[in-house]
């Protein structure tokens, strides 16, 4: 059996959208990037819908080759996005913890700030 072609159209299509990631995060588009991931994941769970179909041992080998080209593919552009998201989401991370640690300061402050002073 060969691998049904709308499979193989969806590993081509998450494939081109992988593409357009690396792009979006290369250019630090992180909306554009969220939106490509959602479709990324749409097909995604579009393929796991149907991941008993057209995959078994009889498959062809210019299917396998072309699949695990595409995988390949994907897996290297998962990688440059890391590259790139990584540090972003570390300089978050910071911001936010940076964040927290001044809102317990502000309200420890305020906490003691409430309180009755000593009676002259």
């Known amino acids: 059996m060969l691998l049904m072609p709308a499979q193989l159209d969806l590993y081509e299509e998450i494939r081109a959208l992988s593409s357009h990631m690396v792009d979006a ?7 554009r990037l969220v939106e490509l991931e959602r479709r990324v994941a749409a097909l995604r769970d579009e393929m796991m819908a149907n991941a008993g179909f057209g995959l078994d041992a009889s498959l062809g080998t210019p299917e396998i080759d072309r699949r695990r080209g595409l995988i390949q593919q994907i897996l290297e552009d998962d990688a440059e996005i890391r590259r790139h998201t990584e540090p972003w989401m570390e300089h978050v991370r910071q911001f936010l913890g940076s964040q927290n640690r001044r809102k317990q300061v502000q309200h420890a402050y305020a906490a003691t700030d409430s309180r009755p002073g000593p009676a002259a």
Do not use: G
């Open 25 to 31: 995060a290369r250019s630090n588009d992180w909306e």
